[in-house]
T-cell receptor, first 112, second 113 residues
Framework: ETGVTQSPTHLIKTRGQQVTLRCSSQ?????VSWYQQALGQGPQFIFQ???????GRGNFPPRFSGLQFPNYSSELNVNALELDDSALYLC???????????FGQGTRLTVV | DQQVKQNSPSLSVQEGRISILNCDYT??????FLWYKKYPAEGPTFLIS?????DKNEDGRFTVFLNKSAKHLSLHIVPSQPGDSAVYFC????????????FGTGTRLTIIP
């Protein structure tokens, strides 16, 4: 059973640019959630995808968008990057049979 | 508005003793609570959970207690081991089975050998 994997692990972008982060969910999991963890804070829910449809969104602006693919992998896209977008972005997968979400190792995004 | 609060940013405990991590919440719609452990450069790892229909759940050295009237939960680790040194996050969700978690800010636990 493969775990949740995220790519890339680190990324540096310039303010105003766009970024795409990727997540492969754990085998058998059909739900993917994305979280943003700023330094010294707990993870904050961005949105969740279930069977390729957005299934809930946290308090993040529309320039944060996502996709889920038929194989349940997912992308997080952020447009018009701001300095405050610098954070660890975590992907978590789960199935409708389980309540625990399993996290990937995260992508550390730095916006300069 | 911080709906899940971990008021102790750090905690140091002697190896072999009990570690007690605390968490408070304000949203009465939360009905499922989880603890995650995080090492540097890794994602959070699920540790233990409890639903609102219970007041205690135990798994090996880890026990979670839930006091719904006080909107408070705690994680007990006994005996504490050096490998337990990590950041611990309390998380909550509304609608059991919903994985949209609200996290606290974490408590850094250091086990002193």
């Amino acid at each position: 059973e493969t775990g949740v994997t995220q790519s890339p692990t680190h990324l540096i972008k310039t303010r105003g640019q766009q970024v795409t982060l990727r997540c492969s969910s754990q085998s058998g999991h059909n739900t993917v959630s994305w979280y943003q963890q700023a330094l010294g804070q707990g993870p904050q829910f961005i949105f969740q995808y279930y069977r390729e449809e957005e299934n809930g969104r946290g308090n993040f602006p529309p320039r944060f968008s996502g996709l889920q693919f038929p194989n349940y992998s997912s992308e997080l896209n952020v447009n018009a990057l701001e300095l405050d977008d610098s954070a660890l972005y975590l992907c978590a997968s789960s199935s409708t049979m389980n309540t625990e979400a399993f996290f990937g190792q995260g992508t550390r995004l730095t916006v300069v | 508005d911080q709906q899940v609060k971990q008021n102790s940013p750090s905690l140091s405990v002697q190896e072999g003793r009990i570690s007690i991590l605390n968490c408070d919440y304000t949203n009465s719609m939360f009905d499922y609570f989880l603890w995650y452990k995080k090492y540097p450069a890794e994602g959070p790892t699920f540790l233990i959970s409890i639903s609102s229909i219970k007041d205690k759940n135990e798994d090996g050295r880890f026990t979670v207690f839930l006091n719904k009237s006080a909107k408070h939960l705690s994680l007990h680790i006994v005996p504490s081991q050096p490998g337990d040194s990590a950041v611990y996050f309390c998380a909550a969700s509304a609608n059991f089975g919903n994985e949209k978690l609200t996290f606290g800010t974490g408590t850094r636990l250091t086990i002193i050998p």
